[in-house]
């Protein structure tokens, strides 16, 4: 299998999860660190997110949970909570998946990742998106 | 709604996840924190597992991620591992979630999830299940 | 017990706390987790701030120092700063246990949690509290 | 103040929290790092222990809610549930930090803090402590 | 040796690392914690960073690299990425730190590295520094 | 480039940091996830550790300062101690790494990392190695 097999997969898979996030991601690392904008989209998103085994859906509801437990990364939370809607989740389970957190992460973590939601659902609303 | 309503839908759910978990909860804190014992069984797994917007197996899903993903509390992650696959999920899909967690909290923590796996799946093996 | 007693005794424990906290948490979750606001007035303010055996000055204390520690929830952190004020302790003990964080959990949460400290303390100098 | 001035200090206050730390301490790191040994009795000890401002009691409460919170530091929890106990903490005030921290940290980090307290409180018992 | 001894050799090394950083911390704490800022300049700088056997340059490689993984300690990450071109690593040698941090604490990690990378180069070109 | 290259690339890297590593991460992960095996070596050593613009050295040293200021991952600290010392750091410096930690991440953070390169230190003590 060649490099660019695994950019071309890691592009197609990231592009079913957020339509803009690859010119993103370029655009934002292109100053400073372009090689890694490849590595985001060969490896998370070239090998990992596109094995078999699991759907998109559930490794969308394991993301949203593991960063919003850590509570350390705002913007790649948001990020994905788009992404689990725009692969199938549904809002009522992502509000679920985050305040099942407060269990295991405590109530702290999971009322920052239910505002990361309000916002991001704010963010559909205004553009029109479920 | 009364409160031993709470304590036995908690019961009745945490035996769904795992048959022997409510007798050693009440056991391993009668002796220091019986109240404690109480509140486990009454909140995460009477009021928050027990609400419907979500399956269980992509609540064990999300728990198992976080686990893994804050690395700190290794007895919670091989006890929601049991119960992700008391529950439903496949050892694949098990994997599937910890390698993903390599992307979002490094790879220290998913291969400490991976030894964790591998411990639970050798203890169902030596007792027959799958 | 009835569950609405485990609400009510949370309730006036949280307006012990903070006399706005009851409402802004409603307010803050309705659209998105009503369910939620009503956890978290049950279990962490009736159930366990209302227990006995630590008085409440005590358990702000122990907060504080936690959610300095772990760095990860500005907000919460500063509702417990008005909390612990609010509940007895002085500007001088809180800056002490925040003081007292950098030997456990480094300089950098030390001088994070005097900044959040640093404006609840002009908040309370602008509207006039101690 | 000359630097033994805030050794001395520091040893005696270390003395208080527990009788055998500062040899421990000393004999631990002689052979890898024992300016480090000199530093733990100087700064945490010395400076930030020793200060006015807030009670022995208080700081051992906030120490040993921040390291159940962190959850990574078995070895020093224990130590200061012990510490806890020696200035006058009761073992029900301990249990009590420790539960409060299920909120802030989760159930996980609290369930982990107990397990701690019980062989601590084991430990005193065997040795006849209160 | 005498505590002011410490407290100069802190200053000095401090000023070595950032030449603004001493006043800066000074000022920002006189109203809070003045003590703190006292402990800040002695420890530290005064004993730690001051200590033979580490160049400053690995030190600060170290601590980039920590705060990076870390993850919830934005200005300091932005004070020692500063630090560590003034004491003469290069803007290279600070992305492929933080890079490499992707592999032990996550490609979040490593992208809010980055940011916080690309701000501190927009400030030092903006104000004519390498 | 073909994916085998960065195979081989990442096996010869991980070779001049561990000779045995590779067979080590093989056998531990062929029952469970043997993928994950292969994204290690390609990765981590084939893609980050072999970029040029910063030194194996000062790599192994961002790392041990990462995995002792997160504390959870024992066993990859340990690795990564014996890693710096095979790749030209001195243990004077591994401690002094250790000990700034102190600074970062507390006190406790510092202590653990301390006992593990003690233990890697005696491992190598008894083998021979310097």
Excluded at 5 to 31: P, T
Excluded at 54 to 82: C, P, W, Y
């Amino acid at each position: 299998m060649k490099d660019n097999e695994r950019y071309e997969r890691g592009w197609n898979k990231l592009k079913e999860i957020d339509d803009k996030a690859g010119e993103n991601i370029i655009n934002s690392l292109k100053d400073i660190a372009p090689d890694f904008a490849r590595y985001v989209i060969e490896f998370p998103f070239g090998d990992v997110f596109s094995r078999p085994g699991l759907d998109l859906k559930s490794r969308e509801i394991a993301i949203v949970a593991a960063l919003t437990a850590m509570g350390n990364a705002a913007s790649q939370l948001k990020f994905h909570i788009h992404g689990a809607l725009n692969v199938g989740c549904t809002r009522k389970e992502i509000v679920e998946v985050i305040m099942q957190m407060a269990v295991y992460a405590g109530f702290p973590a999971a009322l920052n990742g239910l505002s990361a939601a309000k916002e991001v659902f704010k963010e559909r609303d205004d553009s029109g998106k479920s």
